[in-house]
């Protein structure tokens, strides 16, 4: 079946880097997603990794795939306050279109 | 429009009401989404719009839930009989084929 899991919840200082974690299920997922939920906001697509890549660097996020164990992270490097909020792991199960499946989302808290 | 837009943004009604939510997508977006986020989980694919056709209605969680759309442009999801575990926010999305999806703020739904 379709499943996508991620932690509830990361709590690092400013400046330091977070790495949030996922894996999902479904081996013939095109494309990986990570979104971002802002407080009152709505979700924001923040980076992507296709599923023949490994790896995915922009700017302050790198994006990790390890399509043996479907596991895909998101690393924040030199996080900031403003980085605090939810991010959402997505993947785009087989189907010709773009249907995607979340994980319930890690809430990033970012404190002094 | 600049982006995806949702009405009403809040909706507070009774149980046993029918509800309706709307979605305008961004001009020219072929494919239409309709996501729910209860509280605490990710989001839950409800249905997805080709044009004015709904290939995939798979999601929706009981025949008390219908979607429409019409011009390749609007849609309406509809929830008859509400029922207090309808509440969510119920988030809908556009893309240009299979291109990323674009999010609309949400409508909060709160049944009494």
């Known amino acids: 079946g379709e499943d996508v899991e991620q932690s509830l919840f990361l709590s690092v200082r400013e400046g330091d880097s977070s790495v949030i974690n996922c894996t999902y299920t479904d081996s013939s997922s095109t494309y990986l997603y990570w979104y971002k939920q802002e407080p009152g906001a709505g979700l924001q697509l923040l980076t992507y990794?296709?599923?023949?890549?490994d790896m995915k660097q922009d700017q302050r996020l790198t994006v990790l795939l390890n399509k043996k164990d479907k596991h895909l992270s998101l690393r924040i490097a030199d996080t900031q306050t403003g980085d605090s909020a939810i991010y959402f792991c997505?993947?785009?199960?087989?189907?010709?279109?773009?249907?995607?499946?979340f994980g319930a989302g890690t809430r990033l808290a970012v404190h002094p | 429009g600049a982006g995806v837009s949702q009405s009403p943004s809040n909706k507070v009604t009774e149980k046993g009401k029918d509800v309706e939510l709307r979605c305008d997508p961004i001009s020219g977006h072929t494919a239409l989404y309709w996501y729910r986020q209860s509280l605490g989980q990710g989001l839950e694919f409800l249905i997805y719009?080709?044009?004015?056709?709904?290939?995939?209605k798979s999601g929706l969680p009981s025949d008390r839930f219908s979607a429409e759309r019409t011009g390749g442009s609007v849609s309406t999801l509809t929830i008859q009989r509400t029922q207090q575990e309808d509440s969510a926010v119920y988030l809908c999305?556009?893309?240009?084929?299979?291109?990323?999806?674009?999010f609309g703020p949400g409508t909060r739904l709160t049944v009494l």
């Open positions: 997505a993947e785009n199960p087989s189907g010709g279109y773009n249907k995607l499946i």
């Open positions: 990794i296709f599923s023949n890549m």
């Open positions: 999305a556009s893309s240009f084929k299979y291109n990323e999806q674009f």
């Open positions: 719009f080709q044009g004015n056709s709904a290939p995939d």
